[in-house]
């Protein structure tokens, strides 16, 4: 009988993740799953491991590639899957259990070329515990279960980065030709793929349900080298110059592929700057001309403008336009500023229980340095109330006043940029003293 969805897993080296990860595939409610293994000449372990599952599940194909290619990897897949769906977990990650399950019915129910659900995203802490941040696509869940032409949606074409998240329909691919960048490693392919599914996808869904588990601390993982700006230079050229794309993008398309193209290029900007110690070296200079260029005629043409930015990222991104040096020196200055705030920060809470008020991405990365730092973290708390009672790395999320109760010497980590006075004021009308009051600023 024909798969209802093949599912690819492209492994190099991941031996302690492997384990879990194919388990929360073969454990899926959803039984009519093709599983393919392609691993790319793994020498920790891992192949062999894949090898068992295998020989004991009739699913599990596995595959060798001689070249260690994330894209050719992907490509090999797409090349041998007999599911009507494609679905990718990559092997460090894993995915709720009902995940195939329900992305399938609701391809079949709406008919449409992919659908992806949101994620949570993971860290995992110095006691094994895991701390988990939902990652949500859109801020109104109107834009949620309602099929959706993804090219005429400037948000989602700048902002869906994940390709794991989803499943895609295999003749919708193979009809439009969509493939990876067979680039060497894992590098950024993801930027292509996704680019020409939202170029030709005519019905798409996206579900508000968190079914995958990103793994956002992997050693060696291509986010976390000094290639991250070679990564996106290679698939938006690709995309642009050899033929990938249509030469006549439509207008929101063009608006939505150029924004996303200029926050890879500020981000990944700004993250070799700091890994290389503001330090600019030569090798640099193809990829940052070539970004600058493209952008340049983006925004002499109209196709971007500063209304399409916050104030602060049109600063940026216009000041690294204009001199990558000037640009470098800032970016020092300024993330030296940061790190003496949060020295002081850090100083102020020291040797403090300390309760961190506020449970999104703020709160994670205040949780991890507090942690790192081996603070005494003893509660976390959040307004929101339907965050009450969910586990949160070792705690347990509550609200102020029960912390308040439960620890009245301790002080409060705010770490809310958008709300923080608000936070600061409510603490100080139910007696919090001003002085056990901190600020966390990134």
Request: charge should be neutral; include cysteine; hydrophobic fraction near 35%.
């Amino acid at each position: 009988m024909k798969p209802a969805v093949s599912v690819i897993l492209p492994s190099l080296n991941v031996k302690s993740y492997i384990g879990e990860c194919i388990n929360s595939v073969l454990k899926q409610t959803l039984k009519e799953l093709e599983i393919i293994c392609i691993d790319a000449g793994s020498t920790d372990g891992t192949k062999e491991i894949l090898q068992k599952y295998a020989d004991i599940d009739s699913r599990v194909k596995l595959l060798h590639s001689e070249i260690k290619s994330y894209g050719y990897q992907l490509n090999m897949g797409l090349d041998v899957a007999k599911g009507k769906y494609i679905g990718i977990v990559e092997t460090d990650d894993f995915v709720v259990s009902d995940m195939y399950e329900t992305l399938y019915n609701c391809a079949e129910k709406e008919n449409v070329d992919y659908v992806k659900a949101d994620y949570k995203s993971f860290f995992t802490l110095l006691s094994g515990e895991r701390l988990f941040s939902e990652e949500h696509l859109f801020q109104s869940k109107n834009d949620y279960e309602t099929v959706v032409k993804p090219q005429n949606i400037i948000d989602v074409l700048e902002r869906d980065h994940s390709i794991w998240k989803g499943i895609y329909n295999k003749d919708f691919l193979t009809s439009n030709s969509i493939r990876f960048h067979e680039t060497p490693g894992a590098a950024f392919q993801d930027i292509g793929f996704s680019m020409q599914v939202m170029y030709h996808a005519k019905r798409a869904v996206y579900l508000q349900k968190c079914c995958y588990c990103y793994c956002m601390d992997r050693d060696g993982a291509s986010s976390n080298t000094k290639n991250v700006l070679k990564y996106s230079f290679q698939e938006f050229r690709w995309l642009l110059e050899e033929n990938v794309l249509s030469n006549h993008l439509t207008e929101r398309y063009a608006k939505g592929f150029y924004r996303r193209m200029s926050y890879s290029f500020l981000r990944q900007y700004v993250k070799i700057s700091q890994m290389n110690n503001y330090t600019k070296l030569n090798e640099w200079d193809e990829y940052y001309d070539w970004f600058k260029e493209k952008l340049n005629k983006a925004i002499h043409q109209g196709i971007l403008s500063k209304d399409d930015y916050s104030e602060e990222t049109w600063f940026l991104l216009s000041s690294l336009l204009e001199s990558s040096n000037n640009f470098i020196e800032y970016l020092k200055n300024r993330d030296k500023r940061v790190s003496l705030n949060k020295d002081l920060f850090l100083r102020g809470i020291q040797n403090k229980q300390i309760i961190i008020f506020g449970c999104g991405k703020y709160g994670r990365d205040l949780y991890l340095l507090l942690e790192k730092k081996c603070f005494s973290i003893v509660a976390v708390c959040d307004n929101d109330n339907k965050k009450w009672g969910i586990k949160y790395g070792e705690h347990v999320i509550e609200s102020p006043m029960n912390c308040i109760r439960k620890y009245p010497n301790a002080c409060f980590a705010i770490a809310n940029q958008k709300h923080a006075k608000d936070i600061k004021e409510q603490l100080i009308n139910v007696n919090v003293s001003d002085e056990n009051i901190f600020i966390y600023k990134k």
